[in-house]
């Protein structure tokens, strides 16, 4: 079978999946996740097997250290992701629900519910347990899903996929709808992205290469986040008790997270004193600062920044970007330019700058004297989450499972016709 | 200025505008939309003229009679868009809709807002009045646009293009809230569809070979409708009575719509003799019917289907396929192979024969005992049309001015730190 064939039968078979999807009820769908939590328990022996076939491999592809480490599946990983599918399946099904019902001036009656999408492609790194995760969301909300695991982890997306698969074969479902690439050839993938008339989906989760070479390719809508380049703003009229753990929290507490602030612009007329002693705060804690030629002056360890576009940086780690400025607009203005539009927070007591923030900030989240750490599906309460999204249409900012639902318009008559 | 530069422009322009416009109230909006209304009328003069220019060219261009039928404004058209303008300024705000709100556990609050999405380009083909159409909508929505007409309406396009920009100039808002590209080059639209830095969204008005072009070249996301194959089954428990006069209002009323009946598919059981007086039924309406080797028998005007794929036919004519089935599962695999999942309705009078459709069958609308013409965003009640989306994300199906906004969460707390 050469690849243009492969794809072929992956883009059949997901789409005959994802028809057969669309009469299964919620209790079958929640009942084949407890059942895949189940098997993860049971033969997490098998699994881990697998998983050292791909860390023996590891070393002879040279793998980086962070990344043996999410290729590394232990027995508390292994039962995290069985937990994991667990929530999802106590969590509310997303499907039929009625989002709109009116009579109309007709007589009939018109709703609106919530139906799958159909068919997703999702793409990821290094991390097998994605393989249960992203299987789990798609089948959750009623989704047939082909998922492509990095080359790096194919032994072990292999097993987690023929478990989900196995769950979906108990119950009598069609399991080409939890289907694995099972090949590390990129053309495959490069098929796929062209197959606008199977997918209606595409995610790929990781890092920004991967995301914009999918963008790049892909013919099939794509759900993305780029990054978080996170801002905070401490306006002169914050509250500078409450300013310093929370600036902490967003930097420190996990650096690597997309939520983490990545850059913090500072209100000149809070004076040399203040802002002394909010980046002698973070420095202690830890954090490298990068500053604009001001912060340098007020703070000796801040290394200069040379060219503006550095307010561009994701650091996912613990060094920070800092900027002084004359106040709201200047900083709303710099987040305009230099804002990954993920999360902005503003510090301040004073309505108006709040509220001229939130109106002018165009970003996913917008707060106000809050950490932008608080952007997640999780802390929203959105029950399972997807991710986080940096695009505006269909779905923006931390996304529930109801982001992998479309609808479709349901008229019920007894003969209207159009005037 | 090359047309690299050119775009660049646009493209800076259109993002300065867009800025400016999250902070503009819906009452300054819809002021300046029912001053383009008086503008329309006092100026129809030299609109008319601008029209002459674009009519004498066409003449030169070889368009066809519908096409110039399409280009050509009177007093009675500028009238009706005048009308559509006041009319979209009549509509509730689409923006600042709290779409969720809760106070979280940490005790900040957390709201969902509609916001604008942006920037917005829409293309279109030759008829002028999508210049106001489309802009505003865009403007009612708080979104700049980009407006690219087809070259042969591009002296009627520029003058109401003029007149939108007055308006706005008048109330001190920047005039490229409302661009027209005023050159007909083809690479100014290639490169523009290029640029997802800039653009938020594309939307393309007009047959389906612009919409594929524009599908294929486009980085920048695009609602779309490619067409409208929408279907009719007459299940074997049908009230006929009904069915007579839905068939022909589905059919017959406006056959260029893309609500308009394509294919006709009739349960065998409903027996020889009622098959024959729906068939004849059509044809005494004008109707010229393609249809399979049984309706052939059954009716001798039917012209044989040679070959399956003439079930793909959009015929937006007094055109019509018919095929004889096996019964309601028969019509939704037929359904699910040649749809363009936009409408599909079933006439039948048994409850579950109705269920079962209404699940299985994955289009835009689907409905009951009622006439396909009937999706509409105005019919649906959704005011101000933008078009019918047969794309699953973001908009489905008929789309109201909603589907021109997004969302931003805001969260508002008092030192709210990641737990």
Redesign the interface.
């Known amino acids: 079978m050469n690849q243009q064939q492969y794809v072929d039968q992956l883009a059949s078979n997901v789409q005959r999946a994802a028809?057969s999807l669309?009469?299964l009820n919620s209790a079958v769908r929640d009942q084949v996740l407890r059942r895949v939590a189940t098997l993860l328990r049971e033969k997490t022996p098998e699994i881990l097997s697998a998983n050292v076939l791909d860390l023996q491999q590891a070393a002879s592809l040279g793998l980086s250290k962070a990344m043996v480490d999410r290729l590394t599946l232990n027995e508390s990983r292994i039962a995290d992701m069985a937990t994991g599918v667990e929530e999802i399946a106590s969590f509310p099904d997303p499907l039929q629900h009625v989002l709109e019902s009116?009579t109309?001036s007709?007589g009939?009656q018109?709703e609106r519910i919530s139906?799958p999408?159909?068919t997703v492609l999702f793409i990821y790194e290094s991390r097998p347990n994605v393989t249960i995760d992203g299987g789990a969301l798609c089948f959750k909300s009623g989704n047939a899903v082909i998922l492509r695991g990095g080359k790096e982890s194919l032994a072990s997306s292999a097993i987690l996929a023929q478990i989900f698969q196995s769950a979906l074969v108990e119950a009598g479902i069609d399991p080409a709808a939890v289907q694995l690439v099972d090949t590390p050839d990129r053309e495959v993938v490069r098929l796929l992205l062209q197959r606008?008339d199977a997918l209606?989906?595409v995610i790929p989760r990781g890092g920004e290469s991967l995301i914009r070479a999918v963008?790049?390719q892909s013919?099939v809508?794509v759900?993305k986040h780029y990054k978080g380049v996170c801002h905070i703003f401490v306006d002169k009229t914050a509250?500078l008790q409450?300013a310093g753990?929370?600036l902490i929290?967003?930097k420190v507490?996990?650096p690597s997270a997309c939520n983490a602030m990545e850059t913090l612009l500072l209100h000149r007329e809070l004076g040399s004193e203040s802002i002394q002693n909010i980046l002698r705060l973070l420095v202690q804690n830890g954090v490298e600062l990068h500053g604009c030629e001001e912060s340098c002056r007020l703070e000796p360890s801040v290394r200069p920044i040379e060219n503006t576009d550095e307010y561009h940086t994701e650091y996912l780690d613990l060094r920070l970007s800092v900027k002084i400025l004359s106040g709201v607009q200047e900083a709303v203005d710099h987040i305009?330019k230099y804002s990954s539009k993920h999360t902005e927070s503003i510090l301040a007591e004073a309505k108006e700058v709040?509220e001229y923030f939130?109106?002018?900030v165009?970003?996913?989240?917008?707060?106000?004297?809050?950490?932008t750490?608080?952007?997640?599906g999780g802390?929203?309460?959105l029950g399972a989450e997807v991710g986080i999204s940096t695009?505006?249409?269909?779905a923006?900012?931390?996304m529930g499972v109801e982001s992998l639902t479309?609808?479709?318009?349901?008229?019920?008559?007894?003969?209207?016709?159009?005037k």
């Open positions: 028809r669309r009469s009116r109309m007709n009939a018109l139906t999408i159909g606008n209606d989906l963008v790049e013919k809508p759900i509250d409450k753990p929370l929290n967003a507490q996990r305009e709040q939130l109106a002018n165009d970003s996913s989240s917008v707060m106000v004297n809050a950490s750490r608080l952007a997640d802390v929203y309460g695009d505006k249409l269909h923006r900012g931390p479309t609808y479709k318009w349901i008229l019920r008559g007894n003969g209207q016709v159009r």
